[in-house]
């Protein structure tokens, strides 16, 4: 029998099965069109983020998660954000690359603010920067859902993951990074639901449908 240690973040105590979740980076296009096409590109999938979002922010069923999604919508509308990728496209680096380039920016200098605040807020630049990368890729950013109680188990949970969630199904939080501040674990906090950080990556490997 494994056992790992990590940090609570939101009170109780839950049974049952873990799901694993994970996102991976949206590649690279396999041929890079032109600097005006590639910000075409970037423009409609910015749209449709920002749709996508509004739809989230009307499913929240708490104002600190329709915050989040608020937050995150003015970013696809700041001009630091925007005039970093549009760089990026001009230096060829694709609309894609470009994205994922501004995203280490700003996420790097968000965290190193001290401010916990602040410093939890780059997750939610590295949300939107995953929902636009797969929005350019083609690929889904469908949210999570449940079809049956479970703990979910993540090296990291971005806010939208959880907004939407059906809350019957969702018995707990592992994650194996994070912080108390992070937008997950106030989101845990808020709902009720048992959040438990720092549970390390090794904890990932055997967690999927492991009984907790």
């Known amino acids: 029998m494994r056992s790992y240690s990590a940090t609570p973040v939101s009170p109780g105590l839950v049974i049952g099965p873990c799901r694993l979740i994970l996102r991976r980076e949206a590649a690279l296009h396999a041929v890079l069109q032109t600097p005006a096409a590639e910000q075409h590109l970037f423009d409609a999938a910015r749209i449709l983020a920002q749709g996508e979002l509004l739809v989230l922010m009307e499913r929240a069923d708490n104002d600190d998660a ?5 937050f995150q919508h003015a970013i696809l509308d700041d001009s630091a954000f925007l005039n970093k990728v549009t760089e990026g496209i001009e230096q060829e680096k694709g609309a894609i690359g470009a994205v994922q380039e501004a995203l280490r920016h700003f996420s790097n200098i968000m965290r ?19 929902r636009l990368c797969a929005i350019l890729a083609g690929e889904s950013y469908d949210p999570i859902t449940l079809t049956e109680p479970a703990i979910l188990a ?8 959880l907004v939407g969630v059906d809350r019957h199904n969702l018995l707990g939080i592992v994650i194996a990074e994070g912080s108390p501040q992070s937008h997950a674990a106030i989101i845990a906090r808020t709902l009720g639901i048992p959040a ?6 090794e904890f990932l490997q055997y967690a999927d449908g492991a009984e907790m």
């Not at 190193?112 to 995953?130: P, T």
């Not at 993540?154 to 993951?161: C, G, M, T, V, W």
């Not at 438990?196 to 990556?201: D, E, K, R, Y």
């Open 154 to 161: 993540a090296e990291n949970l971005y806010p939208s993951d």
């Open 112 to 130: 190193q603010l001290d401010d916990a605040y602040f410093s939890a807020r780059s997750a939610d630049i590295e949300d939107v920067g995953l």
């Open 196 to 201: 438990l950080i720092l549970a390390g990556t």
């Open 66 to 70: 329709r915050e989040i999604m608020m």
